[in-house]
């Protein structure tokens, strides 16, 4: 491609995407990357067939079978992970911004390098749940319903429901 | 869309940005994702009208009214969230990649199935701050000048000028 | 442009997304951001000289000089810093999503208000070594062949062979 058609259509996805962002900032009074510039977010959960009112930004990674409820919202840069069976997500959940849930992990995979398989089991987010952002939820790991999980937390074993958890390894803690 | 007229636009697409890709390898010796490929860091920047030298990534989520002052670094990935009335940033900060900082919070909301409000609350990052990768900061915070904030840390109560703190929750510590 | 364009092109970009991933869901069984809809994983990694095998998502930031070695999977999210000179990844290493991996830093730049220069170490991460998700690794670290970091990890010290290691900062603890 010549230097000239490079310009040329640049100019051009510039001035397109200027005038979408312009479009959601007087909408929503937001400022979103490229692909919440073409996409909608109820759109995005909708085609996943996760349920009404759940809503889902563009550049969420959804690997393999995941199924969400009603009314929750899912952040930017999430990871919803099915790959190993299963994921099952509940209603009204707050899927913070950067918070990776996950069925599958590689650890003996790359330390035995290669010669281990990858390990997988399924993972349950119950209704009204509470996730922080950037948290990560290991493979095999139940949070009860309305449980809370802080920020920056790694949680490797069960929540019950209505618990407050954090840290790394998650633990409960006194509201 | 038929099959081919997709194979032809994304053959397009992809010559189109290995050009871009190939031009910001050159001029910064980096490579970016496609929101970087099609702006410009301090264009991103003064379209908010932030500060002059400060630049900003294409993936920065901004919600609602943000204020960032001069010098400062906002990487990809960050979430700046004035959505909650009044986020103000100062000069020469370091908002690390990842950073997410709120004014904000759904945990009532998620927890009480949509019962209770959404909670907002301003808040404040001095100047000289250094916010490393990954940290979230909770609404309601205020930190002080010249402070540093660790990687991966979550602050949820203010931070006086000079300090040094990390962890989750983030707590001051001798430098 | 005026709005009939932007309109026009909207609905192109839409059709044309939805078609990629459509095509995606049914090779991969995965929902990808536009970038991975428009890339692939081992021609984003072989662009770079990355090893045989190594694959890496569409919005990895990577700075300057970076190598890494055969089948190392390197998730959405990161950042590989080679500015500071030096960056080394092994084989059969897992880079989780959302991990930052650095040869810099700024935090005496940003507190003394630009008056201090950026500092820079090389950093190597050896073979089989598997970092969690969003986890951070500071400029100068050496971590070991066959180690494990925990996710949500600050690693600011060197890591031996064969350990696991988490926490912020991460320390060392029995497997």
Request: with cysteine.
């Amino acid at each position: 491609m010549s230097d000239d058609r490079v310009d040329q259509w640049l100019a051009f996805a510039r001035e397109f995407l200027r005038a979408l962002a312009d479009r959601k900032r007087k909408q929503f009074d937001r400022r979103v990357s490229i692909g919440d510039l073409l996409t909608e977010r109820d759109e995005n959960a909708a085609a996943y067939g996760f349920g009404e009112g759940t809503t889902m930004y563009d550049n969420v990674l959804v690997l393999g079978t995941v199924k969400v409820g009603r009314n929750t919202w899912i952040g930017p840069g999430c990871i919803l992970d099915g790959s190993g069976g299963d994921l099952q997500i509940g209603d009204w959940c707050s899927i913070s911004a950067g918070v990776q849930i996950y069925t599958h992990h590689t650890v003996k995979r790359s330390i035995s390098l290669g010669r281990e398989p990858i390990e997988y089991a399924p993972t349950r987010i119950g209704d009204g749940v509470y996730i922080g952002p950037n948290s990560v939820i290991q493979m095999g790991v139940t949070i009860g319903n309305h449980a809370i999980i802080g920020s920056n937390s790694f949680v490797n074993g069960d929540i019950p429901p209505g618990a407050k958890a954090f840290g790394c390894p998650a633990r409960c803690r006194a509201k």
